[in-house]
């Protein structure tokens, strides 16, 4: 874990001496597919690094309605987590494990020091929002621009992507808690697109053709 830790940090320019502090501050997280990592209305007091697995980011609002923001995979942050933690304020959205994953989790209260005192820590993070940023102007481009048909296909194409995986462990249900719309609309469109031959439906599972 270590090891793995240390390559992710080493990839990203982080110098030897703050990948060593971290090392020696975070802890490891272990998270069973399904398990909430951050939860809304709480404040983060830590940023996790993924080691291994695959997060997803949700935007959930007063009425439990949820939207898919994007994906966190192995060796990237939840830069989401640090700015609400900078700003004071509450998360409003929520992490969860979409595989069985392992985390390395920073205390919050580094991380002023590390972004005054390490250039290469700041640029992380700083790539991190910018990568963050594009993934959600893609997520608002898919809402705005797309029909739903399209959108779904799109999130299908992009968990496939996520979990380098042409298998989709999912009920229609929670596919369509992310895409904010009704279990019944996601059937009849997953339907459609079975018949049209992109994919194969079985119980809690959908193969992408």
Not at 38 to 67: C, F, H, K, W
Not at 166 to 177: K, L, V
Not at 180 to 185: F, G
């Amino acid at each position: 874990m270590q090891e793995s830790l240390k390559s992710i940090l080493s990839e990203a320019g982080i110098e030897d001496e703050l990948i060593q502090e971290i090392q020696k501050v975070g802890i490891s997280k272990t998270a069973r597919s399904g398990e909430l990592i951050i939860t809304p209305g709480s404040t983060s007091m830590y940023m996790p690094i993924v080691l291994e697995g695959l997060l997803s980011v949700v935007r959930q609002d007063g009425d439990a309605n949820e939207i898919l923001l994007y994906y966190l995979e192995g060796g990237e942050t939840c830069a989401m987590s640090l700015a609400c933690c900078i700003e004071g304020k509450r998360n409003d959205f929520k992490v969860t494990a979409e595989d069985n994953s392992v985390l390395w989790m920073i205390p919050m209260n580094y991380m002023d020091e590390w972004i005054q005192n390490y250039r290469s820590f700041r640029k992380y993070v700083f790539s991190s929002y910018q990568t963050r940023f594009d993934e959600l102007l893609e997520t608002i481009d898919s809402i705005t621009f797309l029909n739903l048909y399209d959108r779904l296909y799109k999130y299908l194409l992009d968990k496939k992507q996520a979990t380098k995986s042409y298998e989709i462990n999912m009920s229609h249900e929670q596919i369509a808690q992310h895409l904010n719309t009704s279990r019944v609309v996601v059937s009849r469109l997953l339907k459609q697109l079975e018949n049209e031959g992109k994919i194969e439906l079985e119980r809690n599972r959908i193969s992408i053709l």
